[in-house]
């Protein structure tokens, strides 16, 4: 198994590690001090450690943080937010999209919202879209959700409601 599989709570075997016990010798590599101050609740250790030979270019070592409400660079997070629609990882990119605007994930979280778990994401990016115009405002889109729920993706529903609701407060369509 890969230790460096991400899991949907935003934990893999070797942030797990890192949080708790060690038996498999995963963190060989990590500088215990670091991990000490990891425990301790340090951002700016998660950001090292993330950075070293053992973290650097993993999203585990994104997720584990945002998921503690730590610190976390937005282009860090940006960056978790593709491998989540990549991964299939619906309840960690809600939580990404806490700190990150995912307009133009928009379409792809619509896409697979006939799970629930991606349309909760839906609804966290129609909710970041509140004060501009957003990207997917657009006759072509409003068009495409209306052919899906004559199709019978019900979920698409959702989009037309964020149309109506942006008609109703007069905004830029």
């Given amino acids: 198994a890969d230790p460096r599989a991400l899991a949907d709570d935003g934990l893999s075997p070797f942030t797990s590690a890192i949080l708790g016990e060690d038996p498999c010798g995963l963190l060989d590599g990590l500088d215990n001090s670091l991990r000490a101050r990891i425990l301790r609740g340090d951002a700016f250790a998660w950001a090292e450690a993330g950075r070293s030979r053992a973290g650097a270019g993993h999203a585990d070592m994104v997720a584990a943080p945002l998921t503690r409400d730590l610190a976390v660079p937005d282009e860090l997070t940006q960056g978790l937010l593709q491998y ?28 697979r919202a006939g799970d629930p778990q991606w349309l909760r994401a839906a609804e966290k990016i129609l909710q970041q879209a509140r004060w501009s115009k957003p990207v997917w405002c657009s006759g072509e889109t409003l068009t495409y959700a209306v052919s899906q729920i004559r199709q019978g993706r019900y979920q698409f529903r959702l989009l037309l409601s964020a149309f109506l609701a942006r008609i109703r407060r007069n905004d830029d369509f």
Avoid: H, I, K
């Fill in 84 to 111: 989540c629609f990549r991964a299939d990882l619906p309840l960690l990119a809600v939580r990404a999209l806490g700190r990150v605007d995912g307009q133009n994930y928009l379409m792809a979280a619509m896409e």
